[in-house]
């Protein structure tokens, strides 16, 4: 089956800072892939998807390519704001034909004032 | 507002006792999906239906029982857990073609004692 791996949190940044959170990925053939955020006590929204290669996924600030070369959906911002700290996942179907999705471990964000 | 409504928010059982979580979707969905996090790991995918049948049960204990009556409905029936069951329960929905997006509710928070 398809999985993900993200790169390990706590990430701590200041405000207006840059952001990247890193996200590859093994999978069989194309998949769609996603990027979530769980706010504290909720949830998981979807941030931003891409459905094929080289596809740019953009939502809030956020964006996100669909890298086939490198296996890689790097998430990034360009100016982080306190509210955007949240635990953040990346994902993509378990499997070709399968709708539901396998999930990387998360990265929590902390953005200080 | 996801459309995707989970209760309780929060429930404390004993191992002895028996409750059950309920999520409904407003979304027309015809697929749902039952997911666990618990702390440090990544999410568990438990059980998925499609059309009210089961399609997937990811090797989960008989002391967690899904029920879908219908493509809106699904309940989570938990009898006899263990602490170590103690966690955040996810519902999800989702179209049957497509990309393959998740829409979550915001969990039930499972404390067994």
């Known amino acids: 089956g398809n999985s993900v791996t993200q790169m390990e949190g706590p990430v701590t940044l200041s405000e207006e800072a840059f952001l990247t959170i890193n996200c590859t990925y093994?999978?069989?053939?194309?998949?769609?892939?996603?990027?979530?955020?769980?706010y504290p006590g909720e949830g998981l929204q979807l941030l931003l998807k891409a459905t094929k290669a080289d596809d740019k996924g953009s939502n809030?600030?956020?964006?996100?390519t669909y890298r086939k070369e490198t296996t890689s959906f790097h998430l990034e911002k360009g100016s982080v704001q306190v509210s955007d700290s949240a635990v953040y996942f990346c994902a993509l179907p378990l499997d070709t034909g399968r709708r539901a999705l396998t999930f990387g471990s998360g990265t929590r964000l902390q953005v200080q004032p | 507002e996801t459309g995707?409504?989970?209760?309780?928010?929060?429930?404390?059982?004993g191992m002895t006792n028996k409750k059950s979580l309920k999520c409904e979707q407003h979304l027309g969905h015809n697929?749902?999906?039952?997911?666990?996090?618990?702390?440090?790991?990544?999410?568990?995918?438990?059980?998925?239906?499609?059309?009210?049948?089961?399609?997937?049960?990811?090797?989960?204990?008989?002391?967690?029982?899904?029920?879908?009556?219908?493509?809106?409905?699904?309940?989570l029936h938990l009898h006899t857990l263990q602490p170590e069951d103690s966690a955040l329960y996810l519902c999800a929905s989702s179209q049957t073609a497509g990309p393959g997006e998740l829409f979550f509710g915001e969990g039930s928070r499972l404390t067994v004692l």
């Open chain 2, 31 to 75: 697929a749902m999906y039952w997911y666990k996090q618990s702390a440090k790991k990544p999410l568990e995918l438990m059980f998925v239906y499609n059309f009210k049948e089961q399609t997937e049960n990811n090797s989960v204990p008989s002391r967690f029982s899904p029920e879908c009556p219908n493509s809106s409905h699904l309940f």
């Open chain 2, 4 to 13: 995707v409504t989970q209760t309780p928010r929060h429930l404390v059982m």
């Open chain 1, 26 to 38: 093994t999978a069989t053939g194309y998949p769609s892939l996603f990027w979530y955020v769980q």
């Open chain 1, 60 to 64: 809030k600030g956020f964006e996100a």
